[in-house]
């Protein structure tokens, strides 16, 4: 297992339209999360699940994102009617409960809204 | 989470050692102190984490005050490749089922001069 692994790596759409991200985490971690991170600040956390349940979710998740993880493995993440303001790296990490040591994050998705 | 206070930036010369500095004087009894890293283009790194104890690792070190209400992240011979921001974040903790998202603030970003 090689970590974290985001797809796709850079996305570039139009205002408007769909989107969605893939994330495969470590496999035999359980919790899978969900960031946002703009340039200059720090990631800001979105939601995370443990297992296919959806524990968690923040305030800066709008009707307009959703998240899945339908099997307990990989996760999606989709927004629609993207907005410029959604332009950011979009971070996943993964951690097995009850572990006492940190997240691993993958490398991001960059989203571009023109 | 509750809140923690790093400096914005700090700079330091290759091959000498780091002390980062970190405020969470609100800390509760079961906050875990945790340190990532994001080096430029990439997703955080987990670099340790301590409750009560100094803790090493090959990584680095964790000095935690007595009071638990400042923590300093030691970096014991730098190098280039240490340039990144460091975060300093209190996670509560896992009791299983709960709120488990980190609260990331804008960090410390190490400049290392060679």
């Known amino acids: 297992d090689t970590g974290v692994s985001q797809n796709p790596r850079h996305k570039i759409t139009k205002r408007g339209q769909n989107v969605t991200f893939r994330c495969d985490p470590i496999?035999?971690?359980?919790?899978l999360y969900w960031y946002r991170q703009t340039l200059g600040q720090g990631p800001e956390f979105l939601t995370y699940f443990q297992n296919e349940a959806q524990l968690e979710k923040s305030r800066l998740l709008s009707d307009r994102f959703s998240a899945e993880r339908p099997k307990g493995s990989f996760s999606t993440l989709e927004i629609q009617r993207t907005e410029q303001g959604d332009s950011a790296m979009y971070l996943c990490?993964?951690?097995?409960?009850?572990?006492?040591?940190?997240?691993?994050f993958g490398s991001g998705t960059r989203l571009t809204v023109v | 989470d509750a809140k923690t206070t790093q400096p914005n930036s700090m700079e330091s010369n290759e091959e000498e050692p780091v002390h980062l500095p970190c405020n969470h004087s609100?800390?509760?009894?079961?906050?875990?102190i945790h340190w990532y890293r994001q080096l430029p283009s990439q997703g955080p790194e987990y670099v340790i984490h301590?409750?009560?104890s100094n803790v090493n690792n090959r990584m680095a070190s964790l000095a935690i005050a007595e009071d638990r209400k400042s923590s300093t992240l030691i970096l014991h011979r730098a190098t280039l490749r240490d340039a990144a921001v460091y975060y300093c974040i209190l996670r509560a903790v896992d009791s299983g089922g709960g709120a488990d998202g980190l609260t990331f603030g804008k960090g410390t970003h190490l400049i290392i001069q060679p």
């Open positions: 496999s035999e971690h359980n919790r």
């Open positions: 990490a993964s951690s097995l409960l009850g572990s006492s040591l940190g997240y691993t």
């Open positions: 301590g409750l009560t």
């Open positions: 609100t800390i509760s009894g079961t906050d875990y």
